[in-house]
């Protein structure tokens, strides 16, 4: 389905999107990117194969509303991925609620004000499916996060909001566009760009010693490439609708430490402690209020419980299919490493008041 219109990416510069720019430049799309600086401060971007010819990049931000109507002129379809991706901010309606929602709306807006677009497709999360897993459930698109706030998990709260707000909009305002939701789990992989994204950054503590054990928590992971491939076949297919939980699978803390170790990561400060059982459990209740409030909160509404998410319809409507969860760890933890966010397996060197790359 290659159209001559270009197909705009919002956010072009971050993790998930950065790869969906390159993933439809691949594939012979005009791409026009949104980013919050100008272009030269996106080399990475503008180096990409076919973004000499097919990649624009213009300024946008979620807090201004009106900057987004330019992109979309002309445009069939708009992938939504702009949004603030950080855990433990200091002012959770500002730094996350804002923008996630203001933006979400805004950019509804200015799709519909644009007059061509056919389809809005938005990356939203499981966090927008539950902040607290459950161990007898399995999570389906049909559920919703009804738990978060302001207060309790505000990451959570800021996509559960904006996604619900985007459903309604098109529902009550029957603006000429459909929306799909893609809603990854926990995504890694390798970078396009020189930022370190969260979920990888949470992979790094845990190979720097940042956490005190082996706690009984687990977690849905999925490929980058793989979530930008679901954001183009959600974009691609004529027929996809509605949300679409994209996870490769499960892992959980002690495999995660285990598979680092024997894949030559064993001489990192991978915790050892073993607090999988009630004793560090329950330790470990009582450490998180020592925590950062968020993570604290995470620890408490997480650790002990399994979490399930059912991905056939993405399967069986999109055709996806996910590269395994550890391979695309382990490429994201050698991206890490030869960009300088971790220290090189072999050379490093890390001791008490010692920093690590
Ligand atoms: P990144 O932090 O790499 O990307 C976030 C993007 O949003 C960046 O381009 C950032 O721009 C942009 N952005 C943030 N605030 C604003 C703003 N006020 N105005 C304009 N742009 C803004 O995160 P990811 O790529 O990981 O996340 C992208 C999306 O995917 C988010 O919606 C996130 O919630 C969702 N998601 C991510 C998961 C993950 O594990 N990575 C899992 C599930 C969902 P800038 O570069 O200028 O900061």
């Keep these: 389905m290659i159209t001559e219109k270009p197909v705009c990416v919002t956010g072009a510069s971050g993790f998930i999107a950065s790869h969906i720019v390159a ?31 097919r990649l624009e990049l213009v300024e946008a931000d979620l807090l201004r509303k009106e900057s987004f109507l330019p992109a979309f002129r002309e445009c069939e379809y708009v992938i939504h ?65 009804t738990r978060s706030s302001l207060h309790r998990h505000p990451y959570h709260y800021s996509k559960t909001v904006a996604e619900k707000s985007a459903w309604e909009f098109v529902s009550r305002q029957k603006p000429g566009f459909d929306l799909v939701s893609i809603n990854p789990s926990m995504v890694t992989g390798p970078a396009l760009g020189p930022d370190i994204n969260t979920t990888n950054a949470m992979i ?54 285990e598979q680092l170790s024997y894949s030559g990561y064993g001489n990192y400060p991978l915790p050892k402690t ?17 925590q950062p409030r968020d993570t604290g909160t ?21 055709g996806m299919s996910f590269m395994p969860v ?10 890490m490493v030869r960009r300088g966010h971790l ?3 072999r050379s490093r060197r890390v001791g008490p008041g010692k920093k690590e790359a």
Aim: a neutral charge; glycine letters at 10%; one cysteine or more.
């Design 204 to 257: 790094r503590d845990i190979m720097i010693g940042v956490y005190p054990g082996i706690m009984d928590l687990n977690w849905g992971f999925v490929d980058v490439r793989d979530t930008a491939r679901a954001h183009i076949l959600a974009m691609e297919t004529s027929g996809a609708s509605g949300r679409y939980l994209c996870s490769a699978g499960l892992l959980d803390m002690r495999t995660l430490v």
């Design 23 to 53: 993933g439809l430049l691949a594939d012979g799309y005009r791409v026009r990117g949104t980013t919050r600086k100008s272009r030269e401060h996106y080399p990475f971007l503008l180096q990409l194969p076919g973004a000499e010819e």
């Design 298 to 318: 995470y620890i408490r509404t997480h650790i002990g419980r399994s979490l399930r998410y059912g991905c056939s319809k993405i399967k069986q409507e999109l």
């Design 326 to 335: 550890m391979e695309s760890i382990l490429e994201g933890v050698e991206d």
């Design 343 to 345: 220290a090189p397996p």
């Design 274 to 290: 073993d607090l999988t059982g009630r004793f560090g459990t329950a330790l470990m209740m009582a450490l998180s209020y020592t």
């Design 81 to 145: 991925t702009a949004s603030p991706y950080v855990i433990n901010v200091k002012d959770p309606a500002k730094d996350l609620v804002e923008p996630a929602l203001q933006g979400t709306m805004g950019v509804m807006e200015a799709a519909r004000s644009a007059g061509g677009v056919k389809r809005v497709v938005l990356t939203s999360s499981v966090a927008a499916v539950t902040d607290e897993p459950d161990s007898t459930k399995v999570f389906t698109e049909r559920d919703w996060n």
